[in-house]
């Protein structure tokens, strides 16, 4: 049925009493009016049984009776992947977390019979223990600003009248009827939006080098192919909200006269394929895909293409060429996909984020955009805050603000008492933040003049326990793995440091080898064909730069000083807190530890792999890394 | 479904030719199980693409196998958010006890153990697949307990036991 | 008529150019591996850089493939700068890295100073040609001239690339003798190392 603009606002008000719970603007919450129960089907929590939890609600609430009071609405990614499965209940705001199936008839009772929240499933602060009931006062949420992310965790990915009755495809109907293409290009120029799939080219400016380009037949792509490690930032916006993705693509296809594109989806993403595929297949029904939307004669059609495992393919040429049927190797530019892209057409390419954007620029305007952020970075960015870290998951924060805050005030800090060693952003083409430069702002200029780059949004955290030696060499390894072959300097360079690097880590470093690596880098740099080579030596460069002496213990000293590298570690066993308990013993998978029961254990160094499987099962703290 | 059959219904599902060699190839890999030999031939033949073009990407592209699959594909995420959390110790230990290098197949055909890079689950990392369902926040001693799951598993299938049989392919 | 400067000589150019064509134009000599004038370039080897931008702020300046590069209206280029032969040096020193024993590659190398034992290795030349791990299993540089000559030219393509990074190499399908060859020797002719042979096969 295909709708028009009309048809829009009547959705929307058919849907408003059915979201009400959802909405921020009710004050009158609780007290006998109904709830809705979000549950998170991320991928993160649908791996951890969300979907058991959900139904376990359902069948509990009906044998309440209550199925009519409460609804149970499956959601996308909160972001909050290690504490799921997650339920907010709206309009309260309350937030449950690491819920199982077994905790649900409590709750059913506790919360929505006797209206007494449950305590024990709520987040907790780790200083003092105290539960923080309410959704937007624990920090990792509340310090947000959702702009790509608005209707995570809100809207039901899977029901397209939930996104247009929370305001979705008003800004495409403002954009088709009320405004020029050349307007909407303009607008999206004025606030200042840039790429944020890494790059951070001016994206007003992309769309209309792309617009003037000659020829009729244009194209548009989403770059959904987050080959960055340790990045889920697409992940959690197609899974959690795809129309969105879908209306800002509509947006741009519109002002630059695209009528075909192509979203370019990492095949190791599975559900966000699915919640794609549905979308797109509802807008279709409503006539918001294909020919003549909303009735004003715009015709747009995209198709959905799946990656098969190369990082080079997140490169735009690279894509392209994937695109095409051809070896996914990066082309010489110029000429620029928007002059010469798929197929040899102007062709404009953007990431999820970038696309995500674009409807809320269209709705709130240009100016309350650019009033976000800094004055050369608009708007938020959205992060995946990994690895030693308190809270990890996805976070939206205003660009400009300090990595410090994204750390400790919203990350909540180093878990188990450790210290803070390094954040690494960009990914494999990134550097790695130090301590002594946790309060730069994190915005595309300053985190350049760090060394590094804002890349697509990963950001790792390390500890004391981990060797910037290893992560350059891990970094290393990832590129060179993933480097396509075709230009010698990358292909050839990128092994060569690997190399150096291995040996470093495995004691054979020698003296003047950090000179080697910088000059090496460099010169990559300088002769590779495309990013992935350009970028490759970054981390090594930045860990250099700020962690000379632990590159120096380890090729001087022949010493890890974090106790990562095998080679140069010994595990050993504590005789003063060794109780005997065999634990290591049974588990050496080469049989190298000596020890009776309730006698102190020894390990045999000659014969120690080094695996660390007895750290991993020692429960009296008694192995010890050295 | 004759092999023909399933070949052809493949190939006709994709109407724009050369742009949509990938995605034949993946149906085709869903199909099988992995990229044979003669399958491919027949595809090239039947859209009239060199096989040589197929060849080269199925080698390029990590997600596609040549070789047969084992009863259990065992994924180890390397993402580096995986990586700071110590994946590599339970890719050692998957090695050491299969007794195959990542990319390889135990000879009696049950286990083929990758690395992966990025899931994208990363706040649950380390993170291991088996065909398919996901294992987070695995240590060395999850690792240990999950084969001796898989281990069981397998024989149950009717598969040869134990880590006497391993050894690549 | 737009003009390009290459090494401070002007060419006019009316009709779509690359830098390198407008070099040979002007009589200057740029090194080339992976370039044959009868086929589509690749910009792969890298050996053909020069300096584009010479003339602007240093962080303008980048080096750019002449073979693929478009010649553009005022462009400024230099062949022979630093930075140049830096870069030419590097690359020539990884290709020998990897093809010790091809004559072909000693000799380019030679020619750039690029000499295996010599004294005026810098810590990049040492450590490729005298510390990095010895490869000898073969002298292709993976220039891809052979496939595509086999693209373009017979149009047959028997031959293509297997994976990629370090480990790709050039082989028929399957790694088994191609029924699309029909024998032509192109490949074999076009082959910058000679890696190639053509031979009967009954």
Known sequence: MKITPADLEAIRGRMEPLLAPRSDHREDAGRGKRLDLLVCAGTGCVSNNSLKVKTALEKELEKHQLQDDIRVITTGCNGFCANGP????????????LLTEEDVPHLVEEHFLKGRPVERLMYRLAENDA??????????????QLIALANRGLVD???IDEYIGLGGYRALAKALTGMTPEAVIQEIKASGLRGRGGAGFPTGRKWEFCRNAPGEEKYIICNADEGDPGAFMDRSIVESDPHALLEGMLIGARAIGARHGFIYIRGEYPLALERLTQAIEQAHDYGLLGEDILGTGFSFEITVSKGAGA???????????????????????PPFPAQSGYMGKPTNINNVETWANVPHIINRGAAWFSSIGTESSKGTKVFSLVGKVVNTGLVEVPMGISMREIV?????????????????TGGPSGGCIPESLLDTPVDYESLAQAGSIMGSGGMIVMDENNCMVEVARYFVSFTQEESCGKCSPCREGTWHMKNILTDITEGKGREGDLELLEKMGRLIKDTALCGLGNTAPNPVLTTIRYFREEYEAHIRDKRCPAGVCKALIRYLIDPEKCTGCQACFKNCPVNCIAGERKKVHVIDQSRCIKCGMCHSVCNFDAVRIE | MEQAEKIQSIVERYSSGKSSLIAVMQDVAQEFGYLPEEVLQDVARRIEVPISTFYSL?????????????????????????????????????????????????KDGNYTLETVNCLGACALGPLVTVNGEYFGKIDQKKTARLLKQLRSQVEADGGEAGAADGGAS | MARITIDGKSLEFGEELTVLEAARGLKIKIPTLCYNEYMTPYGGCRICLVEAAAGAAPDRRRLIAACSAPAEDGM??????QRVLEARRFIAELLLSRCPDSEAIRTMAREMGVEPGSQNLDAVGHYLLERAPERRETNCILCGLCVRVCQQIPQRFALSFKDRGIVRTVTPPFEKAAEACVGCGSCAYVCPTRTITVEEAG
Do not use: W
Request: proline share 7%.
């Open chain 1, 157 to 159: 990915p899977e029901n």
């Open chain 3, 76 to 81: 400024v280029v230099v062949t022979d700068s």
């Open chain 1, 311 to 333: 990082f080079v393919c997140g490169e735009e040429t690279s894509l392209i060429g994937s695109l095409e049927g051809k070896l996914p190797e990066p082309r010489v530019r």
């Open chain 1, 86 to 97: 997650i339920v907010v209940v709206k309009p309260d705001d309350i937030f449950y977390q």
């Open chain 2, 58 to 106: 199925a080698t390029f592209y990590k997600s596609f196998r040549l070789e047969p699959i084992g009863r259990k594909h065992v994924c180890v995420c390397v993402g580096t958010a995986c990586h700071v959390r110590g994946a590599e110790r339970v890719v050692d230990t998957l090695e050491r006890e299969l007794q195959i290098r990542a990319g390889e197949t135990t």
């Open chain 1, 131 to 144: 539960p923080i009931p309410r959704m937007r006062e624990i920090p990792f949420f509340g310090k947000q």
């Open chain 1, 408 to 424: 400790f005030d919203i990350g909540g800090g180093i878990p188990d008492g450790k210290k803070f060693k390094a954040v690494q």
